[in-house]
């Protein structure tokens, strides 16, 4: 039997709700991952210190007993945050980010900001404070495409912001392009981008061919086969810039599945199974823990997890749910359409 011993893996972006989703999903991060980069877009949203914290021990409260899992908070920035706060939440080690979300681009992220001009206060002291910035990398207008939003993010808002405040150290999160991807490994330094495991396996056909598929519906949604492939090239490379950020999102079933579905895909419970697929196909199993373990660390300037996990390669594919039940009703678990002979030795 194929046997892969790992670092144990951090999740660089993730959605873990709130209330009865919360306490149905946390599990399913914290049974393989160390740590995760928490999103603030709740409603209302984390925007204070005072938030983050409260959010913090809500997700600690909620971790099944014995499992060690450590949320990274994040502040979601708004026009008004005041950066004596933010200042305050990176000294006191409660935040580790600060989480850009243009106005309307994502699930709840209608507080988010219209104007990078009023936000540049608390930007400029992150960057003398060295606390990174994460973008959603996709403009809001309505005149421009949905499969186009990310490029004319880089050029219009990213490329720009970097000119202005080059010591801002910036993630851009889920890149889902070529364009990204090109954009990240042109740049000289302070750029990185997180990768999610969904857009390693699908493109917009698993969405739109044969009926509209929700549960493969996310934003940035998945685009063409050669962003797809250009989006593997990167993860499998091993360049340091390029790390896992699983995005996964949990909405209930009838929010996806109904007239205007959510956007957001389930991927925490199979994950580590669908890389090491992936990874493995690429020739490329000796580059997996870069990806899901060391890479993400070095950026955000923690240590890499000391502890293990160790994947099986077995005969017989994993069964995993098809939903996790929560008791905000059921949860579609990401199916990559391929059986996965890859699985976590569970302790
Ligand atoms: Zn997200």
Not at 144 to 164: H, N
Not at 166 to 178: D, Q, R
Not at 245 to 257: I, R
Request: overall charge negative; proline content about 7%.
């Amino acid at each position: 039997m194929k046997t892969l011993t790992l670092r144990r893996p951090d999740d660089w972006h993730l959605h873990l709700r709130d209330g009865a989703i919360l306490q149905g999903v946390i599990g399913d991060t914290s049974r393989h991952f160390a740590r995760a980069i928490i999103m603030p877009n709740l409603v209302p949203p984390v925007v204070t210190t005072t938030d983050a914290r409260a959010y913090r021990d809500r997700i600690i409260a909620a971790l099944p007993n014995g499992d060690r899992f450590e949320p990274l908070m994040t502040l979601y920035l708004t026009e008004h945050t005041d950066p004596d706060d933010v200042e305050e939440g990176k000294k006191s080690g409660l935040i580790t980010a600060v989480k850009l979300y243009p106005a309307g681009a994502t699930t709840n992220s209608h507080g988010g900001v219209r104007d990078l001009d009023k936000a540049m206060p608390v930007l400029e002291r992150m960057a003398k404070i060295g606390l990174p910035l994460c973008v959603h990398g996709e403009v809001t207008t309505p005149d421009v495409d949905i499969f186009d939003r990310e490029a004319v993010f880089i050029e219009t808002v990213l490329d720009p912001l970097r000119k202005r405040l080059p010591e801002l150290k910036i993630t851009m999160e889920h890149v889902t392009t070529a364009d990204g991807i090109d954009y990240i490994k042109s740049s000289k330094g302070n750029l990185a981008g997180s990768i999610t495991t969904h857009h390693l396996i699908i493109n917009r056909n698993a969405i739109l061919v044969g009926g509209i598929r929700p549960h493969y519906y996310c934003l940035p949604v998945a685009k063409r086969e050669n962003h797809r492939l250009a989006l593997r090239a990167a993860a499998i490379s091993g360049d340091a810039r390029f790390f896992l950020g699983t995005d996964s999102a949990p909405h209930v079933d009838p929010l996806k599945e109904c007239a205007c579905g959510c956007a957001g895909i389930y991927t925490s419970v199979n994950t580590m199974s669908c890389l090491a697929h992936v990874f493995e196909e690429e020739n490329a199993l000796d580059k997996l823990e870069a990806f899901t373990s060391l890479n993400g660390p070095v950026w955000y300037g923690l240590k890499p997890n000391e502890e293990t996990i160790t994947l099986e390669k077995r005969d017989e594919p994993a069964n995993f749910p098809p939903k996790r039940e929560t008791g905000a009703g059921p949860i579609t678990v990401f199916d990559p359409m391929f059986p996965l002979h890859w699985q976590v030795v569970e302790k």
